[in-house]
């Protein structure tokens, strides 16, 4: 006789508590936290819609008529724009960053030449890890 599955799953996305921070029951049923944070963005915007509350960009204040996308994000709505503009913020921060580490050290040194020998390779010039925009 096979033994009973005790694995509690999601009933929306199917992950197992094991893949999510938390796992909340219901009667017959689980959520997960990412789905539950899913879901309530979208009764906010439905209810923020039927209550005539529009929503807005949180960084620039446009509507989501005035803009391609609006995104909600944990209850914070930013539009394509500002993520666009964000995005570019961060990569010239980082491509400062990395300069800058680059012209303070001394390539006398054999270990940074080392180092710089891998530039153009994210992560190993500064010893943190490659970062995704």
Do not use: W
């Not at 394509?80 to 995005?87: F, H, L, N």
């Amino acid at each position: 006789m096979a033994r009973p599955n005790s694995l509690t799953l999601c009933s929306f996305c199917g992950k197992s508590h094991a893949e999510v921070k938390k796992l909340i029951a219901g009667p017959g049923v689980y959520i997960c936290n990412n789905c539950l944070t899913l879901c309530k963005n979208v009764l906010d915007k439905e209810m923020s819609l039927e209550t005539g509350k529009v929503p807005l960009c949180r960084f620039c204040g446009q509507s989501h008529k005035e803009v391609k996308m609006l995104i909600t994000f944990c209850g914070v709505d930013i539009c394509d724009g500002c993520i666009t503009v964000c995005k570019s913020m961060l990569e010239e921060a980082l491509s400062s960053e990395r300069k800058q580490s680059t012209a303070n050290s001394s390539s006398a040194n054999p270990v940074n030449e080392l180092v710089h020998s891998h530039e153009g390779i994210p992560g190993l010039t500064d010893g943190k890890p490659p970062v995704t925009l």
